[in-house]
């Protein structure tokens, strides 16, 4: 079983659909999580970081459940400029595990 | 403000030969990543920095591979001697401080072994 596993998708959803992901991870001791956003041939850049109280910017959603050891990701209004894939990323003990991304197509 | 520089961007070598990529992260970041990265999957730790000091290198094949970052301010990657299996994108990111923190990467190297 690998450390961090998300749905590899493709998801594909209209512009206007609201569309999840969840990440689950292995090692209860893990401690700071996050999102990524990676564009096709681009460098991954940071969404927003996710916080055991979950937290929201925006139209992005993210929410942390650490006795079912996941993360999630909502997406409300997607836009087609949402497309890209998106990682989980879990870290702890200098420990970084990026999971394998999940690949979001909005289409109009 | 420059965000993390990596050279080359693009490296074509035959396999048994050496290459070397090099990274200078944003001014001021105390900690610095190697990644690989295969088509399809997320990046791949290779090892982690923070100054000069190697704290996580678990994940680096030390038997071809090798890093440095010797004023712990820009750093190396060395392969030697590369393998078809080695071809991949080779990120460097980098993140202001101790502690786990957003990282911000570079534009990667794409290597291609033939």
């Known amino acids: ?108 | 403000e420059a965000g993390v520089v990596q050279s080359p961007r693009y490296k074509i070598i035959e396999k048994k030969q050496p290459v070397a990529f090099w990274c200078n992260p944003i001014s001021g970041h105390n900690t610095l990543y190697w990644y690989l990265q295969n088509l399809g999957q997320g990046p791949e730790l290779l090892i982690r920095y923070e100054n000069e000091e190697a704290v996580d290198d678990s994940q680096l094949p030390k038997d071809r591979f090798s890093a440095e970052r010797l004023k712990g301010v820009d750093s190396t990657l060395k392969i030697q001697p590369a393998e078809l299996g080695d071809s991949a994108v080779y990120l460097c990111a980098s993140s202001p401080s101790d502690g786990d923190n957003e990282q911000f990467f570079g534009p990667g190297t794409r290597l291609t072994v033939l």
Request: aromatic content about 12%.
């Open chain 1, 1 to 108: 079983r690998k450390e961090v596993e998300q749905d590899p998708g493709p998801f594909n959803v209209p512009e206007g659909a609201t569309v999840a992901f969840n990440c689950t991870y292995s090692n209860s001791a893990s401690q700071s999580f996050f999102w990524y956003r990676q564009d096709c041939r681009k460098e991954p850049k940071l969404l927003m970081s996710v916080y055991s109280s979950g937290n929201e910017d925006g139209r992005f959603t993210a929410q942390l459940n650490r006795a079912s050891q996941y993360i999630s990701l909502l997406i409300r209004d997607s836009k087609l400029s949402d497309s890209a894939t998106y990682l989980c990323v879990v870290m702890g003990g200098f420990k970084t595990i990026f999971g394998a991304g999940t690949r979001l197509f909005v289409k109009a």
